[in-house]
């Protein structure tokens, strides 16, 4: 599974950016998928995380009520829309896919295939 991650870049604080992650293997629409964040000089974080079918999400509560996880399986791609963004959210993001499970889970040892990255950077 590729995953191509997309939908970074430079927003001033207040404003709203929304990812996308294509995922080239058709098991996607039968794995979890999710969000992970990694700012300079800190550990790689949980965002979201959205079951296979999309019915079951986790959202971190540094985010909660602000950042949204969705999917479309047809597409194969998850998407994260961010609102209200804040210049504590610059980070990198990445998007995993869990293709072992299917319920969405914050546990970065389940997630098997990891994309690039995209960069988030929130100016004040």
């Known amino acids: 599974v590729q995953l191509q991650a997309s939908g970074g870049g430079l927003v001033q604080a207040g404003g709203s950016l929304r990812l996308s992650c294509a995922a080239s293997?058709?098991?996607?629409?039968?794995?979890?998928m999710s969000w992970f964040r990694q700012a300079p000089g800190k550990e790689r974080l949980f965002v979201a995380a959205i079951s296979w079918s999309g019915g079951s999400t986790q959202i971190a509560d540094s985010v909660k009520g602000r950042f949204t996880i969705s999917r479309d399986n047809a597409k194969n791609t998850v998407y994260l829309q961010m609102n209200s963004l804040k210049p504590e959210d610059t980070a990198v993001y990445y998007c995993?896919?869990?293709?072992?499970?299917?319920?969405?889970?914050?546990?970065?040892?389940?997630?098997?295939?990891w994309g690039q990255g995209t960069q988030v950077t929130v100016s004040s």
């Open positions: 995993a896919v869990g293709s072992r499970i299917g319920y969405a889970t914050a546990y970065s040892y389940n997630y098997d295939y």
């Open positions: 293997d058709r098991t996607f629409s039968i794995s979890a």
